[in-house]
């Protein structure tokens, strides 16, 4: 795939970048700054976007800014956003517009080539791709508000696994059940929190945002 990369760390930017290419993707552009991430983007129009979250000029969201311009004005381009800790507000915002093509890790994943690279794939594809921490400490934040609260043991299990951005197929491999036995968990999460019969939005999505009370 054909990404930009930004990271105003020297060193972790060389080695993403070199990451990236030995996985055959194409690095377009590999900025130090949340300026240059856009105008980046606005030449070269990558698949995917990998980006920090505290970058230059006042380090605090100016990476975050970035990607939510990009969102806006290149909506089909995805973006996978890294972060040294769990910024609550800074995933509820990516996700709540548009969560197709959202991903949201922290830095020390990256370290984990296989887990990165899997959700590098699922935002390029349109995916959602949350690290497990982030959606455990979003969860333990706060409390569990009805209808989260009507959920089983199982079905929260299953929800926890569709806010990482997993399959069906995925979760039931993890869980060690049955596809059909997952289909059947989905269906009653989405009663439960009276998504049945919603329209104009994915359901699946829905759901997620619910769990991390955004």
């Known amino acids: 795939m054909r990404l930009v990369l930004a ?19 194409e690095v377009l552009a590999a900025v130090g700054t949340a300026a240059h991430l856009v105008e980046a983007v606005e030449r070269s129009r990558p698949d995917v976007v990998v980006t920090d979250v505290r970058m230059p000029p006042t380090h605090t969201d100016d990476g975050l800014r970035a990607a939510l311009e990009i969102r806006r004005r290149w909506p089909d381009t995805g973006v996978l956003v890294l972060s040294q ?3 609550r507000r800074y995933a509820g915002r990516l996700l709540a517009d548009r969560p197709e ?9 990256v370290a984990q080539v296989d ?17 497990p921490e ?10 569990r508000p009805e209808p989260l609260g009507r959920l089983t043991p199982r079905e929260r299990d299953v929800l ?4 990482q951005g997993h399959t069906n197929l995925a979760i039931a491999q993890r869980l060690h059940v049955s596809q059909s036995a997952v ?7 989405f009663d439960k929190l009276d ?3 919603t329209t104009g939005y994915s359901r699946r999505i829905l759901a997620i945002l619910r769990y991390l009370d955004t």
């Open 7 to 25: 990271e105003d760390s020297t060193l972790l930017r060389e080695g993403l970048t070199r990451l990236l290419a030995d996985e055959d993707h």
């Open 85 to 87: 800790y769990v910024e």
């Open 101 to 109: 093509g959202v991903g949201y890790l922290l830095k020390d994943r």
């Open 115 to 131: 887990d990165f690279l899997d959700a590098l794939d699922r935002v390029a594809a349109g995916g959602t791709a949350l690290d």
């Open 134 to 143: 982030v959606v455990r400490q979003v969860v333990a934040g706060s409390e």
């Open 160 to 163: 926890h696994e569709m806010a």
């Open 183 to 189: 289909e059947k968990h989905v269906n009653a999460i």
């Open 195 to 197: 998504l049945a019969h």
